[in-house]
């Protein structure tokens, strides 16, 4: 399978990618590749030019600002799992970032990659959600921040412009709770049929002071699952109680239907991890 | 490679280390790593099943990391170093690895072998005695229709026990 023809140009810095952009009619940037790459060889995709990004070093690093860690779009899948800092202060974040299709996907896959192509079943998504992280975005007219509650717009879809370039997304430490992720992944390409990024807090009492729950793979876009939330929020998360606010994990969303997940079955799946997720974060030690 | 833009008909001079030789192959930018080994360079041993991602046989070291070589353009690796299935077995012989997963059976038609042996040279400078789990999870970019997977194991377990 070989794409259609493109020019090809290899950017430094942020500031040669944009000007590329901006000069180029129909140019795209790669990064890993691994989400690009396959559609221009089915030609859902056939860019004019491609502007590799992938060897400016400004974007590849994760650094601690106070209580955000910002991470370079340019971050691999694995350098996030495996970043002592994120295992340390995001740690849903670095097992979802582990649990990513495979090694070599890992090896290659960006995590701006992954949030700009912005694929119902990959896995970042629901953590950008969990987390409430901020996008920070790059373009003619300088700098814009998004926040993750309007960056994602449905399947392939996001509020970044095309002629910005995503250049790093923070993500706030929480100060208290604890946090996981669940998948259930596709048994071939190792997408998310389900995943469940969950966050609890509770008092010592183990009453539910606060909760997040976002999941993948289930609608067209990651989304937070409120009705959860709030069925949980200011109680005690008894077996009874979250079996049935478990269930309310797709009342949102128009859920998911393909070859290998029937709707019905994809929405049994994601009440059985919403429910699993939360349980494991309850019984996580807290930060 | 110059920073100018390589044209979409042209072919560019692209520049790898391949196997530890210093290679110069011409190529278009829409041209995969995989293809370009196999035709422009010989190297039949990277072999290509899906071409879109999912089942692992083109495997190849990238500056010594895992990577699928059908999912980069040729041009994307310009000034970087490349190993082969061919980059580890030796003239004369195989590998401990390779030797492994011949003791072990690990190997039936032999499509995914290549990919398999570099996964486990991988694996194996990173976790000496790696535990089943490991060998799993190292694995599950790599798909084999023959073998049901338990021999490959045994193959990865038997070589870093015994072999090295
Ligand atoms: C077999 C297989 C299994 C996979 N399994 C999973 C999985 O389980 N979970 C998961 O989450 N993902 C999975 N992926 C996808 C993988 O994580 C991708 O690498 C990732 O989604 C995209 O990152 P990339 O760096 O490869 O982006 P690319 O493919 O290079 O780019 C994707 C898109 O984003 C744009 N883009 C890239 N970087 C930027 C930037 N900095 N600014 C603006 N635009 C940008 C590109 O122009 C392109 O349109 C899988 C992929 C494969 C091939
Ligand atoms: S041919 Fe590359 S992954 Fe299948
Ligand atoms: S040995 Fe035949 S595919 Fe693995």
Redesign the interface.
């Known amino acids: 399978m070989i794409p259609s023809a493109f020019d090809y140009r290899r950017a430094s810095s942020v500031e040669e990618a944009l000007s590329l952009l901006q000069s180029t009619e129909d140019a795209k940037f790669v990064a890993g590749g691994h989400s690009l790459l396959p559609l221009m060889k089915m030609r859902f995709a056939s860019p004019g030019m491609l502007i590799d990004i992938r060897s400016i070093q400004e974007l590849q690093s994760i650094r601690r600002d106070g209580n955000r860690v910002v991470i370079g779009a340019l971050c691999t899948h694995r350098h996030i799992a495996n970043d002592e800092t994120i295992v340390q202060a995001l740690p849903a974040l670095a097992e979802a970032a582990g649990r990513v299709g495979d090694l070599q996907v890992r090896n290659r896959g960006t995590i701006g990659g992954n949030l700009a192509h912005a694929d119902p079943a990959s896995d970042l998504p629901a953590l950008a959600l969990l987390y409430g992280a901020t996008i920070h975005a790059e373009g003619p007219d300088g700098p814009e921040d998004y926040p993750v509650e309007e960056f994602f717009l449905g399947p392939m879809t996001t509020a970044l412009r095309p002629t910005q370039l995503l250049r790093s997304v923070s993500f706030p430490v929480p100060d208290r709770g604890s946090e996981v992720y669940e998948k259930f992944a596709h048994p071939a390409s190792g997408y998310a049929v389900v995943g469940v990024a969950a966050w609890v807090a509770t008092d010592a009492g183990g009453i539910i002071q606060d909760i997040r729950v976002a999941l993948n793979g289930v609608g067209y876009c990651a989304y937070r699952a409120t009705s959860v939330e709030q069925a949980l929020f200011g109680r005690e998360a008894t077996e009874e109680l979250l079996e049935k606010a478990s269930h309310l994990a797709t009342e949102e969303v128009e859920v998911l239907e393909d070859v290998f997940a029937s709707e019905n079955y994809r929405r049994h799946v994601a009440a059985v991890f919403t429910r699993r997720a939360i349980r494991r974060a309850l019984d996580k030690a807290t930060r | 490679?110059s920073?100018?833009?390589?044209?979409?008909?042209g072919r560019t001079p692209v520049r790898m280390e391949v196997n530890g030789v210093a290679e110069t192959v011409y190529v278009?930018?829409?041209?995969?790593l995989s293809?370009v080994l196999r035709h422009q360079l010989g190297l039949t041993g990277t072999h290509v099943g899906c071409?879109?991602?999912?089942c692992?046989v083109c495997?190849v070291l990238l500056d010594g990391?895992?990577?699928?070589s059908c999912?980069?353009?040729a041009?994307?690796v310009?000034g970087h170093r490349v190993t082969t299935i061919e980059g580890v077995t030796p003239d004369e012989g195989l590998s401990p690895i390779q030797a492994s997963f011949q003791r072990h059976h690990g190997l039936q038609c032999g499509f995914c072998t290549p990919a398999m042996v570099l996964?486990a040279e991988?694996l194996l400078r990173t976790h000496p005695n790696p535990s089943e789990a490991d060998i799993r999870?190292?694995f599950?970019?790599?798909?084999c229709r023959c073998t049901g997977y338990q021999f490959i194991v045994d193959a990865i377990r038997g070589c870093s026990e015994e072999e090295r």
């Open positions: 490679m920073d100018a833009v390589i044209s979409a008909s278009e930018p829409r041209w995969l293809d071409e879109q991602g999912v692992g495997t990391v895992l990577v699928r999912l980069l353009f041009v994307q310009d996964t991988a999870d190292a599950s970019g790599n798909i």
